[in-house]
């Protein structure tokens, strides 16, 4: 097979596009993509500050050094949850590639980030641990967005990451959830911008993306994320891209243009009363202070609640 | 294991139910599906005339049963479309049934009905044979049923098929279809009231119906629909019905819930125009004939469109 751009040996296909590129245009075709995204969602400029996240995994690693090549103002974090073997590691990744492309990044450790340790947290909480650590993720990157004076919050959510909690949510029909899932949140007070640039690009293209530019990354999945719902969403999706091939992108483009844009003005409106937490002005359905805080007060109080 | 309801040694095991009864309350339990389905959806009623479509295969020849024995009145309809042996093995099946169980059953023949044959049909309509044959059927009956004078044309569809088809609208945002998607569409001009009672029963629950009873059914698939979306969707669904439990009746009845009632108004009606056959009276999307009357004409032009 052929490149599709300068018709020399093609080294890497794309099957779900029914094309090959060489290395050189296989990086011009992922970086189109991404910026389709940015631009269509109008997601952030080049003046813009943007925070990225980023674990050390095939996705934000691709994400980091397509917006470097892209010209863009990138601030990366990297948050180390103390799981041992694997956060460490994840944190010698990130470490080597900024101080390889001359990237910004800052580095942080959950307890030291929160004041509780995460292992801890779990005793006092009933949610799986991928939802516990998405919500104290979340959490931290708000926060810390604000205090290194980012404009918006990028995350690394690809194609297959979307679509595996877009299958999750419809299965069950999540309305509230299915309601708020959309390549770009607009800021709200108390809330930065957030924003997913990846969402055009699969599992696969991302990985092929990395090692085409010689970036470490972490292969293993987290040890924690074992028998995760959305790996299992993940194959059957996976399943269905092999038999019908475009299945994923019409999916996901589907909803976006047909899911939201059809709800009664009502549905999208009644949402649960969203207050402000007390202690640290975060976003919440909770009358007083929210989830987080509430959370850090039980630990530090041995698991009773402040009366 | 015991019987849910009398303790004795139960036969049948229901694992989406977390249950199992003997033969005696198994009958019981899908009884109550059916007509908890009849009754929510306000269906029909025990005075009605209701005409079922009946194939030969485990899911009508179980409705076709149910439903006698629920003491409703039913008209069955058997169209034989003369795809060889499995066309005459089914109208047997059906046969064998109406004398065993005194049952009132019409068996009609697909070219004395609709004038063609199927196998000359599929020349000159560019449609899955499935779906030609589907749309040829609900035309077929929805005539039938105003011959037969029944108020209501019943389809014996089950869980794993409404949600095989759901899937398969969902994956791909099939608006149209997934408006019209419903256990009830109610009479129109031109077209009877459609309704489907065995939503809530699935594939392998009504198999286990008919083999209690004892009926003779046909095991073999359609030769024709060999590859289906169908069965490839279905197959999805086990899957994840087997790893979640409870997925298949969720992802239904969430849709039921939440999906129509919350679409805008002005979605729900902006349908295509929809217009009356000036040949039939069948509704149409077409200014003129309707598809089946236009196909009629073609094949008997040899092709050609009359001018």
């Given amino acids: 097979m052929k490149c599709q751009v300068c018709r020399d040996k093609a080294d890497i296909k794309v099957p779900r596009h029914k094309t090959a590129f060489c290395t050189k245009h296989y990086i011009v075709h992922i970086h189109h993509q991404i910026e389709r995204a940015i631009n269509k969602f109008k997601m952030f400029s080049k003046e813009e500050i943007v925070m990225l996240g980023v674990s050390g995994g095939k996705d934000s690693m691709a994400l980091w050094k397509a917006l470097i090549e892209l010209g863009y103002n990138v601030q990366a974090v990297h948050i180390n949850n103390r799981f041992g073997e694997f956060s460490e590691k994840s944190e010698a990744v990130v470490r080597k590639f900024a101080e390889e492309n001359n990237a910004d990044l800052k580095v942080y450790y959950f307890e030291e980030l929160n004041g509780f340790n995460f292992k801890e947290a779990l005793k006092y909480v009933n949610k799986p641990v991928c939802s516990l650590c998405g919500v104290l993720k979340r959490y931290a990157l708000n926060r810390l967005a604000k205090e290194l ?23 069950h029909w999540q309305m509230d959830y299915l309601k708020r899932q959309s390549p770009v949140l607009e800021a709200e007070p108390g809330m930065i911008k957030k924003v997913k640039p990846a969402i055009r690009v699969t599992d696969e293209e991302l990985r092929k993306y990395v090692e085409v530019w010689g970036i470490d990354y972490i292969k293993d999945k987290c040890p924690y994320s074992v028998g995760a719902t959305s790996h299992f969403y993940k194959n059957i999706m996976d399943q269905l891209e092999t038999q019908y091939p475009g299945t994923k992108i019409n999916f996901y483009q589907g909803f976006i243009k047909n899911f939201k844009t059809n709800l009664k003005e009502e549905v999208l409106k009644t949402k649960k009363a969203e207050n402000y937490c007390t202690e640290c002005g975060y976003k919440t359905i909770r009358e007083d202070k929210c989830f987080v805080c509430s959370l850090k007060e039980r630990i530090q109080n041995g698991g009773k609640f402040k009366k």
Same sequence: chains 1, 2.
């Avoid at 404009?151 to 999750?168: Q, Y």
Wanted: charged share 20%.
């Fill in 149 to 171: 004076k980012c404009e918006v919050s990028v995350t690394a959510h690809n194609l297959d990451d979307e679509i595996a909690f877009l299958l999750g949510n419809i299965l």
